[in-house]
């Protein structure tokens, strides 16, 4: 079984602050994504990497940064936290190819920034 | 711009009838389909997926149905369970230049079976 293992599942932040919020998965995989989920706007792609060192900006980037140092680990990064990136964060892996469809994700993270 | 749309954001029905669940989407270079599952404090889990070559996949209680020309899909869930209850997302994948399949979602619909 792939598991994507996210280290907080609840996290209370301050506006302002620095936050990491760290996703390890098991299984090899080359890709991990970071999405965040608001109600009414389903699952927003924050960004990705598809190897070591390899990002991408996924549909909302700003505000966040990323880093991949080891395959097995993605960070998610909010260089300074604001209100609205209260939320939850769901972290997810795949194996690269085009047949390789199916995302596993972590449980997820539920950030309030006050 | 939402590319992915589930126009119906909860589903009431009762334990043993079918479930239908919608999802419309606008670009036609996606080429697979996913629907996932979601319960509260977890985090989305795989149900099932679809090529757009296809216009129906079973798998158990659970049937997409994939409409290429009207830019539609459906889950059909047959019969209802209560522990089927759980919102549900539709999902599409579009690759890009490094061969990364990006999934885009759609809204969610919150599905309540009722015992």
């Known amino acids: 079984d792939v598991k994507v293992t996210q280290s907080s599942r609840y996290l209370v932040k301050r506006t302002g602050e620095k936050v990491f919020l760290e996703c390890v998965q098991d299984?090899?995989?080359?890709?991990m994504f970071w999405y965040r989920q608001d109600p009414g706007l389903g699952l927003r792609l924050i960004y990705f990497?598809?190897?070591?060192?390899?990002?991408e900006k996924g549909d909302i980037p700003e505000g966040y940064s990323v880093s991949r140092e080891k395959k097995e680990r993605f960070s998610l990064i909010l260089e300074s936290a604001s209100t609205n990136q209260t939320s939850m964060y769901l972290c997810?892996?795949?194996?690269?190819?085009?047949?390789?469809?199916?995302?596993?994700f972590g449980a997820g993270t539920r950030l309030s920034v006050l | 711009d939402q590319q992915v749309k589930q126009n119906s954001p909860s589903l009431s029905v009762q334990e043993g009838r079918i479930s239908i669940l919608n999802c419309d989407y606008t670009?036609?270079?996606?080429?697979?389909f996913l629907w996932y599952k979601k319960y509260p404090a977890e985090g989305p889990t795989f149900l099932i997926s679809?090529?757009?070559?296809?216009d129906k996949n079973e798998d158990g209680r659970f049937t997409v149905f994939l409409n290429k020309s009207a830019k539609h899909l459906s889950l059909h869930i047959v019969p209802s369970q209560p522990g089927d209850s759980a919102v549900y997302f539709c999902?599409?994948?579009?690759?890009?230049?490094?061969?990364?399949?990006?999934?885009?979602f759609g809204q969610g619909t919150t599905l309540q079976v009722k015992p």
């Open positions: 997810a892996s795949i194996e690269r190819g085009l047949a390789k469809n199916i995302q596993y």
């Open positions: 299984m090899d995989h080359e890709n």
């Open positions: 990497s598809y190897d070591v060192k390899m990002k």
């Open positions: 670009n036609s270079m996606f080429d697979y």
């Open positions: 679809i090529s757009s070559i296809k």
């Open positions: 999902a599409a994948i579009i690759y890009g230049s490094s061969n990364t399949g990006k999934l885009i």
